[in-house]
């Protein structure tokens, strides 16, 4: 039972667009979500973050928004940029526990 | 500030033979946790350490894989004996503590012939 689904294995957006990588979680008791990015050979690395009592963080180019009714999150990147051509994964943990239950990521590219 | 650092980088082995990996986590991060990330799906934690206490094994094989962290700074997972589905990437965090931000290191990716 995967708790932490990323449905879009990829996505492939044009330099200067938006990009929208979404994530569903089941379990309830989750109240902390994450995205991480991570390039080949190398691990993934923290990109930012939300806690259940919010609905929106910004940080930059990038948004992520917590929809909990829907058990739902998506991270948008504007106006995306060559560079940000990685996997996305999506995370999500109980307070305090640490222990991060991770999505299959997305495979984003962006296209000069 | 040095991040976390992983040895050996990559393994090839066959299977029934063993295996060990080498983590040491930024300095003064008392939480290290050790995922298995297969091809094609996100890391799965196997175990998470609190200083040198096991705080959650529940997905560790344990009748094969094992880790240790006796000092609460550096830390090592065996696999004895490997079998083909353990090919994968073994990553390992840390961080100050569990509500903390996790820094991964670069992984060592395992191939069992």
């Known amino acids: 039972d995967q708790q932490v689904k990323q449905n879009s294995p990829s996505l492939s957006v044009q330099e200067g667009r938006i990009s929208i990588l979404n994530c569903d979680y089941t379990n309830s008791m989750f109240d902390y979500f994450l995205w991480y990015k991570k390039y080949p050979a190398e691990g993934p690395t923290f990109l930012i973050s939300?806690?259940?009592?919010?609905d929106k963080n910004e940080d930059g180019r990038f948004t992520v928004f917590l929809n909990k009714s829907a058990k739902h999150l998506s991270l948008h990147i504007v106006p995306s940029q060559p560079g940000d051509s990685a996997v996305y994964f999506c995370?999500?943990?109980?307070?305090?526990?640490?222990?991060?239950?991770f999505g299959d990521g997305t495979t984003l590219t962006v296209k000069p | 500030e040095a991040g976390v650092a992983q040895s050996p980088r990559y393994k090839i082995i066959e299977k029934r033979q063993s295996v060990a990996f080498w983590c040491n986590p930024i300095?003064?991060?008392?939480?290290l946790y050790w995922y298995q990330q297969i091809l094609g799906q996100g890391p799965k934690l196997l175990i998470q350490f609190q200083n040198n206490g096991v705080v959650d094994d529940s997905q560790l094989p344990k009748d094969r894989f094992s880790a240790e962290r006796l000092k609460g700074v550096d830390s090592t997972l065996k696999i004895q004996p490997a079998k083909l589905e353990d090919s994968a990437v073994y990553l390992c965090?840390?961080?100050?503590?569990?509500?903390?931000?996790?820094?991964f290191g670069p992984g060592t990716r395992l191939l069992v012939l």
């Open positions: 995370a999500a943990s109980a307070t305090n526990a640490g222990k991060s239950t």
């Open positions: 965090a840390s961080s100050l503590d569990p509500a903390e931000t996790q820094y």
């Open positions: 939300i806690s259940s009592i919010k």
């Open positions: 300095s003064g991060h008392a939480t």
